[in-house]
């Protein structure tokens, strides 16, 4: 019967320590699940976050090169005009020079002439 006694008694108390380690793994288990439940809710923040500022960029990116774009072709469109009225401003001047030449040799022959001096 002692025996019996001294059994219980050790299973008795070895029953008390794993109840006990089970409350308190049981306890880790909880925060654990409560620590990852906030971990995934911040991560969720997170990302939705980083989802419209990456958006937000896109956008402003796109606009800039739309931007961009516009600005090359009102440039390409002034450079043809500009390069049009240089042509016009060469032609003008090989014109005048022309013309200057021939008024030279007007002179020239005008004043070779004996009768008009």
């Known amino acids: 019967q002692q025996d019996?006694?001294?059994?219980?008694?050790?299973?008795?108390?070895?029953?008390?320590?794993?109840?006990?380690q089970h409350d308190d793994v049981k306890k880790q288990l909880l925060d654990l699940q409560l620590q990852h439940n906030s971990l995934r809710l911040?991560?969720?923040?997170s990302l939705e976050s980083h989802s419209q500022k990456l958006a937000q960029l896109q956008q402003e990116r796109d606009s800039e090169?739309?931007?961009l774009?516009?600005?090359?072709f009102k440039l390409r469109e002034e450079s043809k005009?500009?390069?049009?009225?240089?042509?016009?401003?060469h032609s003008q001047l090989l014109s005048a020079q022309?013309?200057?030449?021939?008024?030279?040799?007007?002179?020239?022959a005008l004043q070779k002439m004996p009768g008009l001096r």
């Open 65 to 67: 090169v739309s931007n």
């Open 4 to 20: 019996s006694m001294n059994r219980y008694g050790a299973l008795s108390s070895q029953h008390k320590i794993l109840k006990n």
């Open 69 to 72: 774009q516009d600005t090359v």
């Open 42 to 45: 911040e991560h969720r923040k």
């Open 98 to 108: 022309a013309q200057m030449e021939e008024f030279r040799q007007l002179k020239e």
């Open 81 to 89: 005009l500009l390069r049009k009225a240089h042509l016009e401003v």
